[in-house]
DNA sequence: TCTTAAACGAGACGGTACGTCTTGTCTTTAG
DNA sequence: CTAAAGACAAGACGTACCGTCTCGTTTAAGA
């Protein structure tokens, strides 16, 4: 027993999240209009605000569907190594037409939470997953401290990759990868007790 | 010997860049209007557009008048000492109210060239020149690598202060300034021998 | 032997039709939408759609079927009270609900020689029949000019009538129909020779 | 001390008015939407809603600016003379672009008193008043019944009029009009005496 | 003082996009 | 094969601003 009459048209719904992703890259967040993705997807005004209510919804659903499945689990062995392919990943999907919507959602992240979310579970949630296993083998093999924040250690690199990516989208070439690498292994695997006051309360 | 004519009303001039500012901090620079900048500064639209071509180049004059020697020059004697000043001082920065319209800035910089620059002048510039200062000394004291990318170390800084500022602006309390002063000093003074390559490197 | 499928619903005919000739009476013609035909009939748009291909067809249907058989043919006997009782007959019509949709009709006809007909044949043609038989039994009494055009006493009489149901509906009542019926009656039995043109007509 | 800001501009103020009217001619009133009006005027849909608030609105003032002076006021000696005048004054006023509009106005009329009223002043109000000088010239001549209703009359030529330029405009020749000035001037010069409830009433 | 001319406030202008509504058509499942 | 349901493309609705323009007024320097 399904619902009467016409079914949603799935070939409407494709080409709306298509245009929106489009948009977005092209136009950016604040200058996407609803009018716009039904002109370019070739669809009528209420079709799109039959299925959402808001720009920010639709956003959030078209960069869900783009993102499926886009962070892959590097495990090369070392800690450098896979720290190195997380940045490149990293700098791949900054450097993505995907990664131009994202940088748009994260700029306007401090204004809406429904798209701070999405940029989270997009961006940051899965490499936060990703980082928590990476840096339990490194501890295990004695490669990392084991009083880390991997939050932090996850805002840091996306936060300097994304940051690079508008400022200057140039430098994100092997280079820079190669030495943001290096501050985050550096980072990760320095001796705390280095640290005077850590030293003093670790002793007290 | 003067134009003649009514010469340009100072009191105008004052209004609308505080105005600007203030529209900023609460709207953002995408719902930033001339029409609200107008209307708060008890002026005609006219007076705005008659002194800025943009919304750009009005924005751009009202932050560098807003930001006018905000940077204190830290010297602690030692590296973490400093390091930790220096993102103090940027916590606070992000968290002020010219920190709003910073993060606006940033935000809308890889749109807008003449934005980005002004992010970088008013933000990053004098920041990269005290870090400057305060690695050299840590590097004549020893605590610090000698091949590091100041700017890169600069824009992790940044990048994750106005990073957390966008995504969880309630995280930005002491604890958040103790761990990231953390790495970037391990990631400072970290021994760069650690990495194959440049072991490699300086074997050779 | 009966036609294979489901058989057309005699109930949706018949509901069609009627909120059609309700809703006309309501708001009118050019306001008068499928949809809302749909709706007040219970009814999916598609089996209007499916019946009649357009507006005008649907409308045209409805008032034929509500039109039926509404002219009686008056012989009081004189031409005053013969033309009385047309005139009367046209006041009802024109008071009547179905009274308002052919007002509506004849507003439209100009821009749809469907609508044109469909008011012709339901509020002239038979009039001018009856007009015909009046006009001769009053000639054969020696009451009325044998000049006349028919079609033109018609037309005097409805147009008004009409006119007056639309501009000032509460002015039909028993002095109107005594008054249009003596300017009719005088039109129609005046004597032509008063016109010099017909006089001299006549004469040579 | 006159009002502050720019003041209206005379130029749309017309072009609005005129494309309202020309519009009005081709597709008629309930087609006329003021997204049209304000494309044909060249002008921003903001400023017809600016002035107007409404399409009856605007369709009444522009109606009345088209309408201003266009009945001549007959004096040609004789009754028969001045109602073909009167009557070739309608048809001329029914056939010209002004006619279709004020056809379109009538047809709305029983929607819409404000129409209703424009109509009634614009076409009938004029005329009424020049008949009545008509009748009273022909009343001194001996040539009109003294018992007439002057508006009935009015109606009369006016509804027949417009009903045949609505029904079949091109049946609006000069015989259309010598026939109708025929009826007219038989009703209104028609002997009442001739009837004998009048008969009977005049002598009771 | 009187003149001059730019700067000013106000606000109308031509536009564009909004989100809502309704149109007639199309496409499904149920009967 | 019809009926009902309802999704669809299209486009007008009236609103809100956009950035430009055109007014009458104000204001200070130069004559």
């Not at 886009?70 to 993505?96: F, I, K, N, Y």
């Not at 579970?121 to 401290?145: I, K, P």
Request: hydrophobic letters at 45%; charged letters at 25%; proline letters at 4%.
């Amino acid at each position: 027993m399904t619902r009467p009459g016409r079914p949603r048209s799935a070939a409407s719904h494709r080409a709306i999240l298509d245009a929106t992703i489009h948009l977005l890259s092209e136009v950016g967040y604040p200058a996407l209009s609803i009018e716009a993705v039904a002109a370019r997807a070739g669809v009528g005004k209420g079709t799109v605000y039959r299925w959402w209510s808001s720009k920010a919804e639709l956003v959030v659903e078209a960069v869900h569907d783009a993102a499926l499945g886009m962070v892959a689990e590097p495990d090369t062995g070392s800690l450098r190594g896979d720290t190195r392919e997380l940045v490149a990943g990293l700098v791949a999907l900054a450097c993505s037409p995907l990664g131009r919507v994202l940088e748009a959602l994260s700029a306007e992240a401090d204004r809406n939470p429904q798209l701070r979310e999405t940029f989270d579970s997009v961006v940051l949630a899965r490499r936060q997953e990703v980082a928590t296993h990476l840096l339990d083998r490194a501890r295990r093999r004695g490669e990392a401290r084991s009083d880390l924040d991997v939050a932090l250690v996850c805002d840091l690199a996306v936060a300097t990759v994304f940051h690079r990516a508008r400022m200057d989208p140039g430098a994100l070439d092997g280079g820079f990868v190669d030495h943001l690498t290096d501050l985050l292994v550096a980072g990760v695997s320095g001796d705390p007790a280095q640290h005077p006051d850590r030293l003093a309360r670790s002793v007290g």
